[in-house]
């Protein structure tokens, strides 16, 4: 957390433990990495590269893939636009994370962060609604070719 956050913490611990358990609560029926990528958007949204890294390695942490994170941010575009897309991709360079190489990402195996490969599939319940693994399928189309 930042010097700022934890002094409100120690300043006005009752208003902070609200904000905290409001924010708790407001997300328990999302899994943790569904919350982690909605917090990742809004770090982007309010540009603090701080909260942005930390959510990151966050989702990456919860199971989400590169790939899910770059999803997450090119479906919040309407709401982002181009440029704070363009500033998070750039601090994920920086950061310099296994599996977001392009080669990676447009390989037909998953990419995880944890440098292993996945394979593509879905498990779930008798509607197919419940994934138990990421699953992506190969690029038809490199970007360079749209």
Same mark, same amino acid.
């Given at each position: 957390?930042?010097?700022?956050?934890?002094?409100?913490?120690?300043?006005?611990?009752?208003?902070?433990?609200?904000?905290?358990?409001?924010?708790?609560?407001?997300?328990?029926? @999302?899994?943790?990495?569904?919350?982690?990528? %909605?917090?990742?958007?809004?770090? /982007?949204?309010?540009?603090?590269?701080?909260?942005?890294?930390?959510?990151?390695?966050?989702?990456?942490?919860?199971?989400?893939?590169?790939?899910?994170? /770059?999803?997450?941010?090119?479906?919040?575009?309407?709401?982002?636009?181009?440029?704070? %897309?363009?500033?998070?991709?750039? %601090?994920?360079?920086?950061?310099?994370?296994?599996?977001?190489?392009?080669?990676? @990402?447009?390989?037909?195996?998953?990419?995880?962060?944890?440098?292993?490969?996945?394979?593509?599939?879905?498990t779930g319940d008798a509607n197919g609604m419940r994934r138990t693994r990421p699953v992506h399928l190969p690029r038809k189309?490199?970007?360079?070719g749209v």
């Amino acid at each position: 957390m930042s010097d700022a956050l934890n002094y409100l913490i120690k300043a006005r611990p009752e208003a902070m433990g609200h904000y905290f358990a409001f924010l708790k609560d407001a997300g328990k029926h @999302l899994d943790p990495k569904t919350r982690d990528l %909605i917090s990742v958007i809004t770090k /982007v949204h309010a540009q603090t590269e701080r909260g942005f890294r930390q959510y990151v390695g966050r989702a990456l942490r919860e199971g989400c893939t590169p790939m899910e994170v /770059v999803d997450a941010l090119l479906m919040a575009f309407p709401a982002l636009g181009l440029a704070k %897309i363009i500033w998070a991709v750039d %601090i994920i360079l920086e950061m310099n994370i296994p599996g977001f190489q392009p080669e990676a @990402l447009t390989s037909p195996r998953v990419a995880r962060c944890d440098g292993q490969q996945g394979h593509s599939g879905r498990t779930g319940d008798a509607n197919g609604m419940r994934r138990t693994r990421p699953v992506h399928l190969p690029r038809k189309e490199s970007l360079s070719g749209v």
